[in-house]
């Protein structure tokens, strides 16, 4: 018996078979290990991606803020808080930012934020938990300019209709927070960039091309004219001219001054530079009609500023070249074209493009609705529509080759997004 149990604790010194048993043994326990510091490491990178979301919307509420006036620091630390999911600690919330590209950016904020926890296989052998620390700047930047602007802050802003096609050299901008700022019927389609509203954008895909750049739900744009101080001249004098007309076969030439009911061209009118006063009525031209005014500004108001202001009627066919008047020539009325008095008017103005449309210079009329259609033989090469709402239809093509008296009231977009 005792030999027995001597020969087989011999035999079991010699068997190398176990040491697979071992080596698996211990191969087994790095697996646990690897596998555990690889959770550990897939759970700081979760952290990491979600604090940065968190970081960057509360930096974009806090630029937010800052622009709109109000305390960022607050709505910064109550936008982080609310969208992240972990514990953190605020280590620096500041306007200007202290470092990076935009240190002393007067409208950008620096956010930075920390969290650290404790995992259990890391935690094993680490004394203290990894720290993950996240940056975030936002800022108020420009966009691109834009030289359709509709100011009305609800409601359809621009509209295509169904038949528009418009190519721009610029983009267009709708300052409505409504569901439908701009909005594209059936086939309408427009080419310009950016495409912006403060509210939503309605389009099919055959409405813009596939890099159009659109950018709804943003920051209202500023009247580009509002800081110029446009005012009307009196109109409590006399009239020099009442319901003056044009008929068909006929030419006339006038001047300057005020024109109370209106002016309706049937024939070929000449107006000489200088600022006319349309007191009441509509500045009106039908098929045949040819108007050539360069250097000019009209102002559409009415009799003593009550009721309705004029507007405008230019029918299709006619053939218009007006041009606004340069600085050298009016430095009070320099660039303005059209000048709708902001009392507005319930009727819509329609510029209708007939076989030659030139209009060079800056169409405004804040407290009224323009309408646009051109045709393929329009030359407008500086064309800027400020209106409270306007509606394309038909061919158009408006460029934006301004010189200084209407570039510098082309709007740009104001974009907040985080840059850092």
């Not at 620091?73 to 470092?99: C, G, K, M, Q």
């Amino acid at each position: 018996m005792k030999r027995k149990l001597t020969n087989l604790k011999r035999r079991f010194v010699r068997d190398e078979s176990g040491n697979i048993l071992l080596m698996a043994g211990a191969g087994f326990a790095m697996l646990v290990g690897a596998a555990g510091v690889g959770a550990d490491t897939v759970q700081w990178y979760l952290w990491n991606r979600q604090l940065q979301q968190a970081a960057d919307s509360g930096a974009l509420a806090g630029a937010l803020a800052l622009h709109q006036g109000a305390d960022f620091d607050p709505t910064a630390r109550a936008e982080l808080t609310r969208t992240a999911n972990t514990s953190f600690v605020i280590e620096t919330l500041t306007n200007p930012p202290s470092s990076g590209d935009y240190i002393g950016d007067t409208g950008a904020i620096e956010l930075i934020a920390t969290t650290s926890r404790k995992l259990p296989f890391s935690g094993m052998f680490m004394s203290a938990p990894p720290t993950i620390r996240v940056r975030s700047v936002a800022a108020t930047i420009a966009g691109g300019k834009h030289c359709v602007i509709s100011l009305a802050d609800d409601g359809v802003g621009v509209e295509m209709q169904g038949t528009a096609d418009v190519d721009l050299g610029c983009g267009v901008v709708a300052n409505s927070r409504g569901a439908s700022a701009i909005y594209f019927h059936g086939s309408s389609y427009l080419d310009g960039s950016p495409i912006s509203s403060a509210g939503g954008i309605v389009y099919d895909e055959v409405n813009l091309p596939a890099n159009a750049g659109l950018q709804p739900f943003g920051i209202p744009v500023d009247d580009p004219l509002e800081e110029r101080g446009l005012t009307v001249p009196d109109t409590t004098g006399s009239c020099d001219q009442t319901n003056f007309t044009v008929k068909p076969g006929t030419s006339a030439e006038i001047y300057p001054g005020m024109y109370c009911g209106g002016i309706n061209v049937r024939g070929t009118l000449l107006m000489h530079p200088g600022v006319y006063l349309i007191a009441g009525g509509s500045f009106k031209s039908n098929s045949q009609a040819k108007i050539i005014g360069k250097g000019v500004t009209i102002i559409l108001t009415n009799k003593g500023g009550a009721g309705d202001a004029a507007t405008v009627d230019l029918n299709g066919g006619a053939k218009l070249e007006l041009t606004a008047p340069t600085l050298d020539q009016d430095p009070d009325w320099a660039g303005i074209l059209f000048f709708q008095d902001q009392i507005g008017s319930a009727q819509r103005s329609k510029i209708n493009g007939g076989s030659e449309l030139i209009m060079d210079g800056i169409i405004y009329m804040p407290g009224g609705d323009l309408d646009f259609s051109g045709n393929a033989n329009q030359k407008s090469q500086c064309l800027l529509l400020v209106a409270k709402r306007v509606g394309f239809a038909g061919q158009s093509n408006i460029k934006n080759n301004c010189g200084p008296e209407v570039e510098s009231y082309t709007s740009r977009t104001k974009i907040i997004r985080v840059v850092e």
